[in-house]
């Protein structure tokens, strides 16, 4: 009794709290009528979920539109589906392959997918919009039957060639008593492992048909694309050797940090890879361009994407997209050459609160829309599709983060009120590296606050030049950007931003 | 599940008094974001010990809370943003009873608590996204537990196993036809590329009928075996990340034992392979591919009377001979329109362009 006596009491008191509460706040709105709201990404993009078919396990391995304006998806259970925008309606193209996870689009009756097993043409030659040539494009790397060896891609370049990516292997799960491809064992030891050629590898397969091994040191490589220049990016997936997620500029011959995958490499000794100096490896290895700051900004980055449609998706044209699997957003990739390699920053695009999370592929429309594939695989995720329009307004947002000799030259997209850019209290800047090693992950090293010691307003007013206190090559550079307003009264809703500096100017 | 009715059995079993109770289980993190134990009972008044044994590929931890706390716990965790990492995920919070470290791919943490109470004890992973999906519940209680399937503190997956999917329609439960695990319906024949029993990573299962199917192997580029009675069940496959086989719903009545049938030249030359593809006609697939620089297209079909598959072969560029080798005492009669099996070789003359052999049982 005496229990619930004060129970009550309690609930009572919370009551009149709430009261009070309530109260104070109805005073606080009544005064907030008279200042802007805060803005809202959900003002300025449209999220629509697409209608699936029926008996759809929508679990997304590859998107892309057709040429006539059809979209096309492939799916977990081999399914191979394209959707009429005008009749809502979707309709098989082909079935039956092992786990699609990329897909480039040749005709409209021919698109080539990548499956577990190969590269593959899927063709419909009789015209009756079903495939019926399923034509062995390359199959020409080994699978150890170890589930982790997923396989990505394929894109093109310029000149047509096509670049697919092979992950490793994991211990979670041993490998088949049948494989293809020589063994190795020389790697095995170790959290992921490639013991068939050439796990862990980005491969060209050139016009004559042979697949030749490109670049190494991936471990999960779900992602390939090329940049407004042509430049080959392909993101990776915090683990072992990787503290957190990554995005690699990819060129010819060069080792990226993985170093399960060394032992297929031409003339590299017979040595265990992983037993090597990690200074030795570190020394070996090629950068990541961008260091995606694990868990609260991105868990899994996928697929990204060159902005390239003319202005009809608002106004980051040129720019890259990626997708990832935790978080409700997109990431824009604002990279620079500084010291003749690409480096630069990440920041998230919010498209509201509709926007679900689980975003493996993207492709652009037609007319300008992003669509979104979302897969979840066992990991966490979402399933479906959505597509997201541009509302046609601008919105305040940063268009780009240059390293200066001092600090970062920041570009909105508006200008600015001069007063809140030239805040100090705006910017909060706070430095950490992740280190290179085999465990699983890492966590943030030599974490510290660097002070803003100076702001400059440029004369259009959309572009700030911060004097940072504190400026070091081999750090991630993280941003939280405060109540900064655009001088029309627009707030800034995508407030993180992360640069990693490899390099200084 | 067995393994779960028979821990529960044992300690309902060990129910004897009202003294504290020390129990030790061990809880192992599959792929997937799962524990393989999604619920397990305790006596009240235990002094509950978890040995977490991580078998994923990703880092994970388990936190047990008070009641119903699990989704609250789940969201103080992600609020601990980039200070998650150094809290192992962990939340500062009341609602906790115990909680591991993240442990890396491979790692064993324990923790040892006791729940006084009769309650329902959540356990979660708070490791950011996790904790939506990767849960259980530990039952302090010695009443019985409510049916698995309808369990809402066991993650809808684990509630049951997913339904198979079943092809077999033999048997007078005929008449069901079981839903199509595709947004259409499903028609025969039917392919599926995918992991296959004894078979080599690539491999094509092809259902010819809803009871008479056989597997080819893509990157050997022969027919490995064949079986009736259903054809495949690919639910443990599609389920998660893929690590699971596809299971043969049915009988295996043969398997080639050749090691390889063909051979080039001379009865010793085996030729190197290389799988081209397939053509689908009238939903069969025609397998093509090369043996060194011949080339091959296969068709398996079955019989009118459905007890022989029929293997049609083409050749393109065989300059030389070739020879078709089967095992002479696997129950198959094996017969040929071009000339008589010799101590199970088949003969086949170079620039031969069609060849069938039948496979009766």
Redesign the interface.
């Known amino acids: 009794m005496k229990n619930h006596n004060m129970l009550h009491n309690k609930r009572t008191f919370k009551i009149l709290l709430g009261c009070l509460l309530a109260l104070l706040l109805f005073n606080a709105s009544l005064k907030a009528q008279t200042i802007t709201p805060k803005d809202s990404a959900a003002n300025y993009y449209e999220v629509e979920n697409i209608t699936l078919s029926d008996g759809l396990v929508a679990e997304t391995g590859a998107i892309g539109f057709m040429p006539d304006g059809r979209f096309v998806a492939c799916f977990h259970r081999g399914e191979v589906m394209m959707y009429n925008q005008k009749t809502k309606q979707w309709k098989m193209f082909a079935e039956g392959l092992h786990e699609p996870l990329g897909m480039m689009v040749i005709n409209n009756h021919e698109i080539l997918i990548m499956q577990r097993p190969e590269l593959t043409r899927v063709k419909d030659t009789d015209g009756d919009g079903v495939a019926d040539v399923y034509q062995t494009v390359t199959d020409d790397f080994g699978m150890s039957g170890n589930y982790h060896e997923f396989a990505f891609g394929p894109i093109a370049d310029k000149q047509g060639n096509l670049f697919i990516a092979l992950n490793l292997a994991s211990n979670g799960a041993g490998i088949r008593n049948e494989i293809r491809g020589k063994y190795d064992s020389l790697s095995r030891p170790g959290r992921m492992y490639s013991c068939v050629p050439y796990r862990g590898w980005i491969m060209k397969l050139g016009k004559d048909g042979i697949l030749k091994p490109f670049a190494v040191g991936f471990r999960s490589p779900n992602g390939l694309g090329f940049d407004a220049q042509g430049r080959l990016f392909v993101s990776d997936n915090q683990g072992d050797w990787l503290g957190t997620s990554k995005l690699y500029h990819v060129e010819e011959g060069k080792f990226y940090g993985h170093p399960a995958g060394l032992i297929w490499k031409e003339d590299f000794p017979r040595v265990v890879p992983i037993k090597l100096p990690v200074a030795h490896l570190d020394s070996m290895r090629t950068k990541e361009s961008i260091q995606f700051p694990h868990g609260y900004f991105a868990n899994s980055p996928t697929q990204p994407v060159l902005e390239n449609t003319g202005g009809k998706f608002g106004m980051f044209g040129g720019q890259m997209l990626i997708g990832d699997m935790d978080h409700k957003y997109v990431i824009r990739l604002l990279m620079e050459e500084v010291g003749g390699a690409m480096q630069g920053a990440c920041i998230p695009l919010n498209f509201g609160s509709k926007m679900r999370i689980g975003n493996n592929r993207l492709a652009f429309a037609p007319d300008g829309s992003l669509w979104v594939g979302q897969n979840d695989h066992g990991w966490v995720g979402a399933r479906g599709i959505q597509r997201i329009t541009w509302k046609g307004k601008k919105h305040l947002d940063i268009m780009a983060m240059k390293l200066t000799k001092t600090g970062f030259d920041l570009t909105f997209s508006l200008p600015l009120d001069p007063a809140k850019a030239q805040d100090l209290l705006n910017y909060k800047f706070r430095r950490f590296y992740y280190e290179y090693h085999q465990a699983y992950g890492s966590k943030q090293f030599d974490v510290k606050d660097v002070p803003v010691e100076s702001i400059k307003l440029s004369a259009d007013g959309k572009t700030v030049s911060l004097t940072l206190a504190e400026l070091k090559a081999g750090y991630v550079y993280e941003l939280k950007t405060g109540d900064i307003e655009s001088a029309d009264g627009k707030y800034l809703f995508n407030n993180l931003i992360c640069y990693t500096l490899n390099q200084l100017r | 599940m067995i393994r779960l009715s028979v821990i529960c059995t044992l300690l309902l079993m060990s129910l004897k008094s009202f003294s504290q109770k020390d129990t030790t289980i061990t809880v192992k993190i599959l792929?997937?974001?799962q524990f393989d134990l999604p619920r397990f009972a305790v006596q009240p008044n235990t002094r509950l010990t978890i040995i977490l044994d991580n078998?994923?590929?990703?880092?994970h931890n388990m936190v047990v809370t008070k009641p119903n706390a699990r989704l609250k716990v789940v969201e103080e965790a992600m609020k601990l943003?980039?200070k998650?990492?150094?809290m192992d995920?962990v939340p500062n919070s009341p609602l906790i009873i115990a909680n591991t470290k993240i442990l890396?791919?491979?790692r064993i943490d324990t923790i040892t608590f006791t729940l006084e109470k009769e309650g329902i004890y959540p356990y979660v992973c708070t490791y950011?996204?996790?904790g939506f999906?990767m849960y259980g519940a530990i039952y302090a209680t010695n009443k019985a537990l409510p049916p698995l399937e309808k369990d809402i503190n066991v993650p809808e997956a684990q509630r049951q196993k997913t339904a198979a999917v079943v092809m077999n329609h033999a048997g007078h439960h005929a008449v069901e036809t079981p839903?199509?695990?595709?947004?259409?319906p499903v028609k025969y024949p039917?392919?599926?590329?995918?992991?296959m029993p004894d078979?080599?990573?690539?491999a094509i299962a092809v259902g010819l009928t809803e009871t008479e199917a056989y597997c080819f192997d893509?990157?050997k580029c022969y027919l490995r075996y064949a079986w009736s009675g259903g054809f495949v069940d690919?639910s443990e496959q599609?389920?998660?990340?893929?690590?699971k086989l596809t299971k043969v719903i049915g009988e295996v009545y043969w398997r080639d034992k050749t090691g390889f049938p063909f051979r080039i030249a001379n009865v010793k030359n085996i030729p190197t392979v290389d799988?081209?593809?397939?053509?689908?006609?009238k939903r069969l697939p025609t397998f093509k591919y090369l043996l060194d620089k011949v080339e091959v297209t296969e068709t398996i079909r079955l019989s009118a009377n459905g007890t022989t598959l029929i293997r049609d072969f083409t050749f393109k560029n065989n300059k030389q001979k070739l020879y078709f080798l089967v095992n002479t005492d696997d129950g198959i009669v094996y017969q040929s329109k071009l000339s008589k099996f010799n101590n199970g070789v088949l003969s086949i003359p170079a620039n031969v362009q069609r060849l069938s052999i039948s496979m009766k049982r």
């Open positions: 792929g997937g974001l078998h994923d590929d990703m880092a943003g980039d998650g990492a150094t995920y890396e791919p491979g950011p996204g996790h999906v839903p199509s695990p595709h947004p259409f039917l392919l599926y590329r995918t992991f078979c080599g990573p690539a893509a990157g690919n599609w389920k998660g990340n893929g690590s799988f081209k593809g397939y053509q689908l006609k």
